[in-house]
C-alpha cells in the first residue's frame, strides 16, 4: 500500500482520497480552505455525497485518512500526489490552469523523496508536459519524480460509487516506472485498466465529457422538432434506446445540461481546437442548443401568462441535478432571475441545494420579485400561480398528480425533466407543459 496526497478536496479529489483510503493507501487530503479542513477533521463532508461521510468516518478511524492545510508536510515523503484542484473557464473559454501552477509549485518546493504526480483534473491536451517541465524549474531538492494524467470520470450524485466500481481507470503515463506505480495503486479496486500516453489520456476525458454533452443536445434538439411535428420524444427515445450502438443512457430530453463539467470541458476542447486551427462544429452546435434549452420553458410560459409579476411561482429543484448540493451552470441560476425580474415572487424547494443558493438569493425582495425557500414540495405548491420543475429530486417525483391540482391555485406545471405522464397530468386536472411532448395547451 502507498502513501498517497490529494491537492484538493473538492468532488473529485475528497472522493479519491477517501476511496484511496477504502482500499487500504494511506492518505493525505490537502486543501488550501481552512474551513473546509476544519469541518473534515469534525468528521463532516463539505459537500454532499451519498455514503461518502461514513467512508471518510471509517477511514480516519482505521488511522488511513486525514486532512490538512500544510502541504509541505503532506507531500515530502509521499509515494503519490494526486492533482484534484478546479480549472475552471477563463472569460475566452479556455481552462485556467492558475490553480494547478500553485500546486505544481507546492510539490516542486516539498518534494524530498521520489514521486509520481499525477493530474486527476480535467486539463487541455498538453498541459501535463507543461506540470512537468514547470516542477522541474522549480525543483529544491535532487529527487526523481514524473507526471501522469488520470483524468476522472465520477458523476456528481452517484461520485463515490463510480469510483468504486469505475467502468475503467485511464492512466496516460509516458515510462514503465509511472505505469507500473499508478496501475499499482489502482489493483485494488479490481476495475479495468486502460494504459495510454499522457496527450491521449487528456484527451480521453474531454473527448468523452463533450461526447455526452453532444448526446444530450442531440436528444433536446429532437425533443423540439417533435414538439413541432406531433411526435413523442419520450416515445422516441424508448425506440432509438434498443438500438445498442445507441445505448438507453442520456436520451432523457429536458432543459439542458448544467454541473461544474460539461459547460467548461466544451468549451475548453472549442478553445483548444481553435489554438490549433480548427473549429469543431458538433461541440459548438451542442453548447448553442444547450444555452437555448435552458429558457426554453420559461419563455413558453411568458408567452402564456404575459407577464409573472404578482403571480406566485413554485420553484421546485435548484441544483443542477439530484443528489448534489452543487450549482454550478444549473437551469435555475438562468431562470430565476429572469422570473425575479418580471416580479415574480417565488417559493423554491430543493432537499439540498437551497442553503447555497440563498447565498446569492438571500430570502427576500430582489426588486419588484421575492424569493422565499419552501420546506417541502407542499409549501412551494401551495396557492400557486405557476410551478416550473428544474430537478427531478426524488421529492418531486414521488408528488402525485393530484396533488398539484388540490394545492395550486391555478395548476399550471412546467417540467423541464418530463417526471410526469402527460395523460396523468391531464386526468388530474393540470395544465402540463414538458419538452417534446404533446401538452395539453
Ligand atoms: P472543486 O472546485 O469542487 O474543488 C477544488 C478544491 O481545490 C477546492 O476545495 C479548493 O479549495 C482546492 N484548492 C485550490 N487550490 C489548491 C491548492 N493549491 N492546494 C490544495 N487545494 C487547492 O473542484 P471539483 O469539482 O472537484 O473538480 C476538480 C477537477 O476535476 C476539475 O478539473 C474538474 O473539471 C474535474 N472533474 C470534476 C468532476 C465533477 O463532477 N465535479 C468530475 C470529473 C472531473
Known amino acids: 500500500m502507498y502513501k498517497l496526497a490529494i491537492a484538493g478536496t473538492g468532488y473529485v479529489g475528497l472522493v479519491a482520497g477517501a476511496t484511496f483510503a477504502e482500499v487500504g493507501h494511506h492518505v493525505t487530503c490537502v486543501d488550501v480552505d481552512e474551513d473546509k479542513v476544519e469541518m473534515m477533521r469534525a468528521g463532516i463532508s463539505p459537500i454532499y455525497e451519498e455514503g461518502l461521510e461514513s467512508l471518510m468516518q471509517r477511514n480516519v478511524e482505521l488511522g488511513r485518512l486525514s486532512y490538512s492545510t500544510d502541504f509541505k508536510a503532506a507531500y515530502q515523503d509521499a509515494d503519490a500526489i494526486f492533482i484534484g484542484v478546479g480549472t475552471p473557464e477563463r472569460a475566452d473559454g479556455s481552462a485556467d490552469l492558475t490553480h494547478i501552477a500553485s500546486v505544481a509549485r507546492q510539490i516542486a518546493e516539498s518534494i524530498e523523496k521520489d514521486c509520481l504526480v499525477i493530474v486527476k483534473s480535467t486539463v487541455p491536451v498538453g498541459t501535463n508536459d507543461k506540470v512537468e517541465q514547470f516542477i522541474r524549474d522549480f525543483l529544491v531538492n535532487d529527487v526523481h519524480f514524473e507526471v501522469a494524467s488520470n483524468p476522472e470520470f465520477l458523476a456528481q450524485g452517484s461520485a463515490v460509487h463510480d469510483t468504486m466500481y469505475a467502468d475503467r481507470f485511464i492512466i496516460g503515463t509516458e515510462s514503465e516506472w509511472a505505469r507500473n506505480l499508478l496501475t499499482d495503486i489502482y489493483t485494488s479496486f479490481h476495475r479495468p485498466i486502460v494504459n495510454v500516453s499522457r496527450r491521449s489520456a487528456e484527451m480521453i476525458k474531454y473527448a468523452s465529457n463533450d461526447f455526452l454533452a453532444l448526446k444530450i443536445s442531440y436528444i433536446n434538439d429532437i425533443a423540439n422538432l417533435c414538439e413541432l411535428v406531433g411526435a413523442d420524444i419520450q ?40 489554438e490549433n486551427g480548427y473549429e469543431l462544429r458538433t461541440v459548438q452546435s451542442a453548447v448553442e442548443v444547450n444555452e437555448q434549452q435552458k429558457t426554453k420553458l420559461f419563455k413558453e410560459a411568458n408567452k402564456r401568462l404575459i407577464t409573472f409579476n404578482g403571480l406566485k411561482v413554485a420553484v421546485l429543484g435548484l441544483t443542477f441535478k439530484p443528489g448534489t448540493d452543487d450549482l454550478r451552470e444549473a437551469a435555475s441560476l438562468v431562470n430565476v432571475p429572469l422570473l425575479l425580474e418580471q416580479g415574480a415572487d417565488i417559493y423554491a424547494f430543493d432537499p439540498s441545494g437551497a442553503v447555497r443558493f440563498s447565498t446569492m438569493y438571500p430570502e427576500g425582495r430582489f426588486g419588484i420579485g421575492a424569493i422565499t425557500y419552501a420546506s417541502n414540495v407542499e409549501q412551494a405548491l401551495l396557492d400557486a400561480h405557476v410551478c416550473f420543475i428544474f430537478t427531478e429530486w426524488d421529492e418531486v417525483k414521488l408528488t402525485t398528480p393530484e396533488r398539484y391540482a388540490e394545492l395550486m391555485r391555478t395548476p399550471l406545471v412546467y417540467d423541464g425533466r418530463n417526471i410526469y405522464s402527460v395523460l396523468e397530468m391531464e386526468k388530474a386536472g393540470v395544465e402540463y407543459h414538458s419538452v417534446g411532448r404533446f401538452s395539453t395547451k
Open 235 to 274: 416515445d422516441v427515445a424508448e425506440g432509438m434506446s434498443y438500438d445498442a450502438r445507441i445505448g438507453d443512457k442520456f436520451l432523457n430530453a429536458g432543459i439542458g445540461y448544467g454541473g461544474s463539467c460539461f459547460p467548461k470541458d466544451t468549451k475548453a476542447l472549442m478553445s483548444l481546437a481553435r
